[in-house]
C-alpha cells in the first residue's frame, strides 16, 4: 500500500503488470531487490495463464479487464510488457485512469503513437518512462563520464545480433510473434533499438538517417544495417535475428577507443589509448541489471516528478523517430502505421 509520512511521501509504490513473458518474470526478480516495490496484480487475457503466473510470483489480484485493473485503487503504477502493437493503447488507458507507466521498448511502433502516448501523459500529470535498462545501468554512467578522455568523438559501433530460434519456425511456414508485422515486430524493433537509444542519449538526435535490411517473408525485417550522421562524426548500427554477431560496442575518438562489451546490458567498460595502453573503468553491479531502471521509475514517482532526466520522453520520441525512417527505407510497415 501507500504510505505517507508528514510531507506525504510516497515510499511504496504498487505496481500492476500488463504481460506474463520471460521479460515480465525478470522485471519481478529485479524490482522486488527494491524497498519500494510492491506488486499487486496482473492483467492477462486468460484467467487460466493469469492464475498460472500470480500463483509462481505471489500476485494478489488477477485481471482480464484491464479497465477494471485500472481503475482499482489497489496500483499506483503499471509496467507493460505486451507486444509492442498493444503498448499506446494500454498505456493510454493506463494513463487516463491516473497511473504511471513504465512501457517496454519500443515504448510504440510509430512516432504518432509515441506523440499521443506523451500528451496523455501530460495532460493527465503521470509519468511514463521506456524500460531501456542499459542507459541507466552504472557501466552507462561510466561510460558518460569518461567519454571525455577519448578526446574528439568520430564513430559509434554498436551491434546486436541474435540468431533466434523463431527463424526456424518461419522456416517452416509459422508466423512467431517476433517477425509478425501485427505486432509490430522485427529484428530492427527488437534488437536494433538497443543500439539507438543510448546513442541519442549520448549523442543526441542524427542528422540524417540511411538504414538498409533483409525482409522475410511476413514483409518483417531480419537483420539491417544503419549509418547515421552527426556532422563531425558518424555511428553505425547493425541488428539480427537471423545471424550471430560477437562484436563489442566501440565508441571511437582521437585520443583512443571505448570498448564496451555489449550494448544491451553493459557491463565491462575498457578504453584502448593510441599508446597500447589499457584503462579498466569497471565497476560490478550490485543488482540485477533491470532493477535500475525501475528503482530510477520508483524515486521519480515518489518525489513527484514528471521525467526522467536519462530516459527523456525527448529521446524517446527521437528514437521513434529513427525507427519509423528506418523502416521507411527498408520498407517496412505495420498494421498499425495504417490507422
Wanted: aromatic share 8%.
Amino acid at each position: 500500500m501507500i504510505l505517507y509520512e508528514k510531507e506525504a511521501v510516497i515510499t511504496v509504490i504498487r505496481f500492476g503488470i500488463i504481460g506474463t513473458s520471460w521479460i515480465t518474470e525478470r522485471f519481478i526478480l529485479a524490482g522486488r531487490e527494491s524497498e519500494g516495490f510492491i506488486l499487486s496484480a496482473i492483467y492477462s487475457r486468460t484467467e487460466e495463464k493469469g492464475t498460472s503466473f500470480a500463483t509462481k510470483y505471489d500476485i494478489p489480484k488477477v485481471y482480464t479487464n484491464l479497465e477494471d485493473m485500472v481503475s482499482s485503487n489497489e496500483i499506483d503504477a503499471v509496467y507493460i510488457a505486451s507486444p509492442n502493437s498493444s503498448h499506446a493503447e494500454q498505456a493510454i488507458i493506463c494513463m487516463n485512469h491516473g497511473k504511471h507507466v513504465l512501457c517496454e521498448k519500443p515504448m510504440a511502433s510509430n512516432v504518432r503513437e509515441m506523440q499521443e502516448m506523451i500528451n496523455t501523459a501530460q495532460k493527465n500529470d503521470v509519468l511514463l518512462m521506456e524500460a531501456m535498462k542499459s542507459t541507466l545501468m552504472p557501466s552507462f554512467n561510466i561510460m558518460k563520464d569518461n567519454l571525455y578522455k577519448i578526446g574528439r568523438i568520430r564513430r559509434y559501433f554498436a551491434s546486436f545480433c541474435r540468431y533466434s530460434s523463431s527463424y526456424e519456425e518461419l522456416e517452416k511456414g509459422n508466423i512467431p510473434n517476433v517477425f509478425n508485422l501485427s505486432y509490430s515486430n522485427g529484428s530492427l524493433m527488437d534488437l536494433g533499438v538497443y543500439c539507438i537509444y543510448p546513442m541519442v542519449a549520448l549523442f543526441g538526435k542524427p542528422q540524417s538517417v540511411e538504414a538498409t535490411g533483409v525482409l522475410l517473408s511476413t514483409g518483417a525485417d531480419g537483420e539491417g544495417s544503419m549509418v547515421l550522421q552527426y556532422g563531425k562524426m558518424d555511428a553505425v548500427i547493425m541488428h539480427s535475428k537471423i545471424a550471430d554477431s560477437f562484436l563489442p560496442v566501440e565508441i571511437q575518438g582521437e585520443n583512443g577507443t571505448m570498448v564496451i562489451d555489449k550494448i544491451s546490458s553493459p557491463q565491462d567498460v575498457k578504453i584502448r589509448y593510441g599508446d597500447g595502453t589499457i584503462e579498466d573503468l569497471n565497476r560490478p553491479d550490485i543488482h540485477k541489471p533491470m532493477y535500475y531502471e525501475i528503482q530510477e521509475f520508483i524515486d521519480l514517482v515518489q518525489t513527484g516528478q514528471g521525467e526522467s532526466s536519462v530516459n527523456t520522453l525527448a529521446n524517446s520520441l527521437a528514437v521513434a523517430e529513427i525507427l519509423e525512417e528506418a523502416r521507411r527505407q527498408m520498407g517496412v510497415k505495420y498494421p498499425a502505421d495504417l490507422l
